[in-house]
């Protein structure tokens, strides 16, 4: 448990640093992410769940999903008391790793057809050269960034959700979690 807890918060800066919105993967600033809408942080992250379970079910096999809830973070350089942005980061573990061959290329042909556009697909930057996928929907103001990490026991794959950037309604306050 401690491994991976170290692995996320390991790789949470570093995929912070990636992903920072929809259209995250172009040279935008961060005063560019796209807007999301108003929301309270709660109701944000009850949003970047629905997401998450619908990626979910793109998997195509069962599974067990780590219990990780949405995080909210700083919206770049907007300020702190007015913007914010949703992550939710989790994994996905099966009983019979070999259901694992060609769920990347499943996701990729997959999301597409749910309103996801592919920006990135192929070996990350790590030494275990993981198969990475980076999309982005532009009408739910959310991207994702799939790893799949074979050589981990068990082998996963790891999901970071990232919304654009929120504003908070008027007279209410951002929670922070």
């Known amino acids: 448990m401690k491994k991976k807890l170290r692995v996320v918060v390991l790789t949470l800066p570093m995929a912070l640093s990636t992903l920072t919105g929809c259209a995250m993967t172009d040279t935008k600033s961060s005063d560019d992410m796209p807007p999301s809408g108003f929301s309270t942080s709660s109701e944000a992250a009850e949003s970047a769940r629905k997401v998450s379970s619908q990626l979910y079910n793109l998997i195509g096999f069962k599974g067990k999903a780590s219990d990780t809830g949405p995080g909210v973070k700083e919206c770049g350089k907007k300020d702190p008391e007015k913007y914010f942005q949703i992550f939710h ?89």
């Open 89 to 177: 980061s989790w994994s996905f573990t099966s009983t019979s790793p070999e259901q694992f061959e060609g769920a990347m290329e499943q996701l990729k042909s997959k999301l597409p057809k749910q309103g996801w556009n592919v920006v990135k697909y192929g070996p990350d930057s790590s030494v275990n050269k993981n198969l990475s996928l980076t999309a982005d929907n532009e009408e739910k103001k959310y991207s994702v960034n799939i790893t799949y990490q074979a050589k981990d026991n068990p082998p996963n794959l790891n999901f970071f959700v990232v919304s654009g950037c929120y504003q908070i309604p008027d007279g209410q306050k951002i929670e922070r979690f």
